[in-house]
């Protein structure tokens, strides 16, 4: 059998593989890359929205801006359509959004077109793109050679190189083949989607004629925001993609939302769902699936217990993935190739692998469960309320941009090296996210208990002047602080106490 030796080999030719591939040549022009990829050609795929931190890494690391100007849609930050019984009108719905025009770019992205032009660049800065080559599996040898088993159509052959890069995605190739791989059982999240035609245009003639008033509150786009339907334990995103389709998708809390069985499809077992939802009714009545186009995929939420080796390192989700609310996929992504481009090409150069490996696994693993911590553990309990996501959406995305989002654009792309609450200063902002989390769970559960949860979730609306990533954000996040600190007064305390343990009769 034939053995083609390279110095990095990267399994998965997506954006994450893609990606390191042509930063590693653009750091060092000599390496030998060598990229597989299983597809013969990319698919659309989630990952369609993102948020200010992938856009930057996509606009000014990878120099994508020009490219996604002309092929993809931008996007108008993000929005939240609340409901209760007895709404029928989109315009009763509660909302959340913006008021105007975000300030910092992002996308909406058909990953079939992205993707493809991100493996081109790597391939023109000098890597070797093989297509319809899966990685079978990989023998680890630390400090040594890597080897990797491949088959074509029709052929195997073996690869050797210093490096292997695991960019597989949901696939988790290395972390599964190790047994590394950790399901985050205190998240137990599905998703369905699929993309659609004929989804209806929250900017069109026909809705401001209809509803005016409503049409004129928001003076920016509603239409290309990742627009969300929420309800209690359950979120939909509906992400417009160029061309004209849109991809449409549910995430659910397993704990709290039974999920609708029958002998239909599941494609319109998914439209019945969203219906149900006076504004998800509102877009989807005429909207057709895209044939072949629909996905069920159960616990999304998983990590790989080690992340880098002396001669392997994990990026994008083949490393781990959390929850798509608030769209972090891609941020973890421009996290995790950054700091495995660094690693490799130190490597290269010479530099000791190991303290920069067992750094590596410590930031990312204590990133992976503070973020996971701070922000999505049992979100799902309060989402589906107005009031509650009025203070926690503010909190959220005011501490993003001041904590996240300014950091590459003060210090560049080498912030994007720390990822999210890996270094020190990250320990008390972490501590206040976690505990307004908490605090809103808790809150949530005493108003279903009263019956009161949602009670706003009808003619209500909530328009942002919206954050940046500098000090200008300070007095409207310190405003946000302020309405919690009511919140807890004028009905948290309810829950100050500790819940007590209920003991059952004894058998
Ligand atoms: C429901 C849902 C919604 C999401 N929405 C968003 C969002 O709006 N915004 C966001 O930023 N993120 C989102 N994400 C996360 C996002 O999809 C991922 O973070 C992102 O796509 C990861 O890209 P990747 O390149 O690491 O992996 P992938 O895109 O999964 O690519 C992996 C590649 O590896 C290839 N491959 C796999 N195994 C092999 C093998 N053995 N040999 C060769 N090739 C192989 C595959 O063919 C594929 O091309 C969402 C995730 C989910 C589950």
Same mark, same amino acid.
């Given at each position: $059998?034939?053995?083609?030796?390279?110095?990095?080999?990267?399994?998965?030719?997506?954006?994450?593989?893609?990606?390191?591939?042509?930063?590693? &040549? @653009?750091?060092?022009?000599?390496?030998?890359?060598?990229? &597989?990829?299983?597809?013969?050609?990319?698919?659309r795929r989630?990952?369609?929205?993102?948020?200010?931190v992938?856009?930057?890494f996509?606009?000014?690391?990878?120099?994508?801006?020009?490219?996604?100007?002309?092929?993809?849609?931008?996007?108008?930050?993000?929005r939240?359509w609340?409901? @209760?019984?007895?709404?029928e009108? &989109?315009?009763?719905?509660?909302?959340?959004?913006?008021r105007y025009?975000? /300030?910092?770019?992002?996308?909406?992205?058909?990953?079939?077109t992205?993707?493809?032009?991100?493996?081109? #660049?790597?391939?023109?800065?000098?890597?070797?793109?093989?297509?319809?080559?899966?990685?079978?599996?990989?023998?680890?040898?630390?400090?040594? @050679?890597?080897?990797?088993?491949?088959?074509?159509?029709?052929?195997?052959?073996n690869?050797?190189?210093?490096?292997?890069?695991?960019?597989?995605g949901?696939?988790?190739?290395?972390? *599964?083949?190790?047994?590394?791989?950790?399901?985050?059982?205190e998240?137990?999240?599905?998703?369905?989607?699929?993309r659609?035609?004929?989804?209806?245009?929250?900017?069109?003639?026909?809705?401001?004629?209809?509803?005016?008033?409503?049409?004129?509150?928001?003076? +920016?786009?509603?239409?290309?925001?990742?627009?969300?339907?929420?309800?209690?334990?359950?979120?939909?995103?509906v992400?417009?993609?160029?061309?004209g389709?849109?991809?449409?998708?549910?995430?659910?809390?397993? /704990?709290?939302?039974?999920w609708?069985?029958?002998p239909?499809?599941?494609?319109h077992?998914?439209?019945?769902?969203?219906?149900?939802?006076? $504004?998800? @009714?509102?877009? $989807?009545?005429?909207?057709?699936?895209v044939?072949?186009?629909?996905?069920?995929?159960?616990?999304l939420?998983?990590?790989?217990?080690?992340?880098? +080796?002396?001669?392997?390192?994990?990026v +994008?989700?083949?490393?781990?993935?959390?929850? %798509?609310?608030?769209?972090?996929?891609?941020?973890?992504?421009?996290?995790?190739?950054?700091?495995?481009?660094?690693l490799?090409?130190?490597?290269?150069?010479?530099? %000791?692998?190991?303290?920069?490996?067992? #750094?590596?696994?410590?930031?990312?693993?204590?990133? !992976?469960? *503070?973020?996971?911590?701070?922000? !999505?553990?049992?979100?799902?309990?309060?989402l589906?309320?107005?009031?509650?996501?009025?203070v926690?959406?503010?909190?959220?995305? +005011? &501490?993003y !941009?001041i904590?996240?989002?300014?950091?590459p654009f003060?210090?560049?792309?080498?912030?994007?090296?720390?990822?999210?609450?890996?270094?020190?200063?990250? *320990?008390?902002?972490?501590w206040?996210?976690?505990? !307004?989390?908490?605090?809103?769970? #808790?809150?949530?559960d005493?108003?279903?208990?009263?019956?009161?949860?949602? *009670?706003?979730n009808a #003619?209500?609306?909530?328009?942002? $002047?919206?954050?940046?990533?500098? /000090?200008?954000?300070?007095?409207?996040?310190?405003?946000?602080?302020?309405?919690?600190?009511?919140?807890?007064?004028?009905?948290?305390?309810?829950?100050?106490?500790?819940?007590?343990?209920?003991?059952?009769?004894?058998?």
């Amino acid at each position: $059998m034939r053995t083609e030796a390279v110095d990095v080999a990267i399994v998965g030719g997506s954006l994450s593989g893609s990606a390191t591939a042509l930063l590693l &040549l @653009r750091g060092n022009p000599g390496l030998r890359v060598l990229v &597989l990829e299983k597809s013969t050609a990319f698919s659309r795929r989630v990952g369609e929205s993102t948020v200010e931190v992938s856009a930057y890494f996509l606009a000014r690391v990878l120099g994508l801006t020009a490219f996604n100007n002309e092929t993809q849609l931008s996007k108008q930050g993000m929005r939240f359509w609340f409901s @209760r019984p007895g709404v029928e009108e &989109l315009v009763e719905c509660s909302e959340i959004g913006g008021r105007y025009l975000t /300030r910092i770019p992002a996308w909406q992205v058909d990953r079939s077109t992205l993707d493809e032009e991100v493996l081109t #660049r790597a391939r023109n800065a000098g890597a070797t793109v093989l297509r319809g080559a899966k990685v079978r599996s990989v023998r680890l040898a630390a400090g040594g @050679r890597q080897w990797l088993r491949v088959e074509t159509d029709g052929e195997s052959f073996n690869v050797e190189a210093r490096w292997v890069v695991d960019a597989s995605g949901f696939t988790t190739l290395l972390a *599964r083949q190790e047994g590394w791989l950790r399901s985050n059982r205190e998240h137990p999240t599905t998703a369905c989607w699929a993309r659609w035609s004929g989804v209806t245009d929250l900017d069109g003639s026909d809705l401001t004629m209809r509803y005016p008033e409503w049409s004129q509150a928001c003076c +920016g786009i509603r239409a290309t925001a990742t627009n969300h339907l929420v309800g209690d334990g359950w979120w939909a995103w509906v992400i417009p993609l160029k061309g004209g389709e849109t991809s449409v998708g549910v995430v659910f809390d397993q /704990r709290r939302v039974r999920w609708p069985a029958g002998p239909e499809p599941l494609v319109h077992r998914l439209k019945s769902f969203l219906c149900a939802h006076p $504004m998800g @009714r509102a877009l $989807m009545q005429d909207a057709e699936p895209v044939a072949g186009d629909v996905h069920w995929r159960a616990n999304l939420a998983y990590w790989s217990d080690r992340m880098a +080796g002396d001669g392997f390192v994990l990026v +994008g989700d083949a490393a781990g993935f959390i929850d %798509p609310l608030y769209s972090p996929g891609m941020d973890w992504l421009s996290f995790t190739v950054s700091r495995a481009v660094d690693l490799i090409l130190r490597s290269e150069a010479g530099e %000791p692998v190991v303290p920069r490996v067992d #750094r590596h696994n410590g930031d990312f693993t204590r990133s !992976y469960r *503070r973020w996971f911590d701070a922000v !999505y553990r049992d979100k799902y309990s309060w989402l589906g309320d107005f009031e509650l996501m009025q203070v926690g959406f503010r909190l959220d995305l +005011g &501490l993003y !941009y001041i904590g996240v989002v300014s950091q590459p654009f003060q210090l560049g792309p080498k912030a994007l090296q720390n990822p999210v609450f890996s270094l020190p200063a990250s *320990r008390i902002p972490q501590w206040i996210m976690r505990t !307004y989390n908490r605090r809103l769970s #808790r809150m949530a559960d005493d108003r279903r208990r009263r019956g009161t949860f949602g *009670r706003a979730n009808a #003619r209500h609306r909530d328009l942002l $002047m919206g954050f940046l990533p500098d /000090r200008s954000s300070g007095p409207p996040l310190l405003r946000a602080l302020a309405r919690w600190l009511v919140l807890e007064v004028r009905e948290g305390w309810r829950t100050w106490l500790p819940e007590p343990v209920r003991v059952g009769p004894v058998a």
